[in-house]
């Protein structure tokens, strides 16, 4: 009998005991999923409880929501954009697309790559084999470029694919920028250094504006061009009002003197030489390749060229090769240089 209360006795303590401990596992499960609720996106697609480096991301991108786990180490980023965003976040890319073109476009940045990203191919078409080999924890991607790709490059490691070119309508280059910088520093688990970044990026806005407004330069009317020129040819992209480009210079007081009545997708229209007589009341404001000599060379030699107002009155500006197409550091870059140079 005693045997009998005995092992009644132990069978009651066995089931308190399991029972607590089932309450310990629901604890901590009722907790994630508490996290996890709490985890809501906004419209940047960054997680608004990231606290824990071993936290699940959900992040929004231009085809759809990618889940990012713990902490992010090796980034291959497949357009320059998004290696600048890295190091404006004080993250060294993994390996980055042509990685040569990156350093002649992006020269001038204070912040460069250490020399240790592997150059994973081309924007194009980059090398699945080489992207593979970094067993990356994130891979970062342009829709236009790397859409057909997604699934491949989702199979190697978490992928984000941007659109830094919205359709009509839909937003304008300078807005997508900040979004997409605000969603990689979330999926790398930097939201605080890119609220710095952006903080940092708006104060030079300002007082970039306010040194133009002081030198008399406020709405003062610009055309910025990126140009080349092929077997002695001259090519000129210039920048419309949806361009991040001209964005930046919105922000600290200029006026766009270029206009195209249909919408470019890309921010820009391409013309030749003729497309800058248009607009010879306004200063010029160009962007080109170091090598590239159509400014010191070409144009000089142009009997058209020679005879325009800008020209003449020297109101033709070379940024150095400033990317017009880049992200925070490349937007403070510019709105700074230009300052400078209308305000000599």
Same mark, same amino acid.
């Given at each position: 009998?005693?045997?009998?209360?005995?092992?009644?006795?132990?069978?009651?303590?066995?089931?308190?005991?399991?029972?607590a401990c089932? %309450?310990?596992?629901?604890?901590?499960?009722?907790?994630?999923?508490?996290?996890?609720?709490?985890?809501?996106?906004?419209?940047?697609?960054?997680?608004?409880?990231?606290?824990?480096?071993?936290?699940?991301?959900?992040?929004?991108?231009?085809i759809g929501?990618?889940?990012?786990?713990?902490?992010?180490?090796?980034?291959?980023?497949?357009?320059?954009?998004?290696a600048e965003?890295?190091?404006?976040? %004080?993250?060294?890319?993994?390996?980055?697309?042509?990685?040569?073109?990156?350093?002649?476009?992006? %020269?001038?940045?204070?912040?460069?790559?250490?020399?240790?990203?592997?150059?994973?191919?081309?924007?194009?078409?980059?090398?699945?084999?080489?992207?593979?080999?970094?067993?990356?924890?994130?891979?970062?991607?342009?829709?236009?470029?790397?859409?057909?790709?997604?699934?491949?490059? =989702?199979?190697?490691?978490?992928?984000?694919?941007?659109?830094?070119?919205?359709?009509?309508?839909?937003?304008?280059?300078?807005?997508?920028?900040?979004?997409?910088?605000?969603?990689?520093?979330?999926?790398?688990?930097?939201?605080?250094?890119?609220?710095? &970044?952006?903080?940092?990026?708006?104060?030079?806005?300002?007082?970039?504006?306010?040194?133009?407004?002081?030198?008399?330069?406020?709405?003062?009317?610009?055309?910025?061009?990126?140009?080349?020129?092929?077997?002695? &040819?001259?090519?000129?992209?210039?920048?419309?009002?949806?361009?991040?480009?001209? =964005?930046?210079? =919105?922000?600290?007081?200029?006026?766009?003197?270029?206009?195209?009545?249909?919408?470019? &997708?890309?921010?820009?229209?391409?013309?030749?030489?003729? %497309?800058?007589?248009?607009?010879?009341?306004?200063?010029?404001?160009?962007?080109?390749?170091?090598?590239?000599?159509?400014?010191?060379?070409?144009?000089?030699?142009?009997?058209?060229?020679?005879?325009?107002?800008?020209?003449?009155?020297?109101?033709?500006?070379?940024?150095?090769?400033?990317?017009?197409?880049?992200?925070?550091?490349?937007?403070?870059?510019?709105?700074?240089?230009?300052?400078?140079?209308?305000?000599?």
């Open positions: 009998m005693k045997r009998m209360k005995f092992i009644s006795f132990m069978l009651v303590a066995m089931v308190v005991f399991l029972a089932g %309450g310990t596992n629901n604890g901590g499960n009722n907790a994630g999923s508490e996290n996890q609720g709490a985890e809501q996106t906004n419209n940047a697609g960054e997680a608004t409880n990231a606290a824990d480096p071993n936290a699940t991301r959900t992040i929004k991108h231009a929501e990618t889940e990012v786990t713990g902490e992010v180490k090796k980034v291959v980023v497949l357009e320059w954009t998004y965003d890295l190091l404006a976040l %004080g993250i060294q890319p993994a390996g980055v697309a042509d990685t040569e073109g990156y350093k002649v476009w992006y %020269g001038s940045l204070e912040q460069q790559l250490d020399g240790s990203a592997v150059d994973v191919g081309t924007r194009q078409e980059p090398s699945i084999e080489t992207i593979t080999s970094i067993d990356p924890d994130l891979i970062i991607g342009v829709k236009f470029r790397h859409e057909a790709i997604y699934d491949q490059l =989702s199979d190697i490691a978490p992928t984000l694919i941007f659109n830094p070119y919205p359709e009509e309508g839909q937003g304008d280059q300078y807005s997508e920028m900040e979004e997409t910088f605000k969603a990689i520093a979330a999926a790398v688990g930097k939201q605080a250094e890119g609220d710095k &970044v952006l903080a940092d990026l708006q104060a030079a806005f300002e007082d970039n504006k306010a040194k133009l407004a002081a030198a008399g330069k406020e709405n003062h009317e610009v055309v910025m061009t990126q140009a080349w020129s092929t077997d002695g &040819v001259p090519t000129f992209r210039l920048f419309t009002d949806n361009s991040m480009a001209m =964005s930046i210079l =919105s922000k600290i007081g200029l006026k766009n003197a270029h206009k195209d009545e249909a919408f470019q &997708v890309y921010g820009y229209s391409e013309t030749s030489l003729e %497309g800058l007589t248009k607009a010879q009341q306004a200063s010029v404001l160009y962007t080109i390749s170091p090598e590239d000599t159509i400014f010191s060379e070409l144009l000089p030699k142009n009997d058209v060229y020679k005879e325009l107002q800008f020209v003449k009155e020297n109101r033709l500006y070379d940024l150095d090769g400033i990317w017009p197409f880049g992200g925070p550091l490349s937007a403070e870059q510019l709105a700074t240089k230009v300052t400078e140079l209308l305000t000599k």
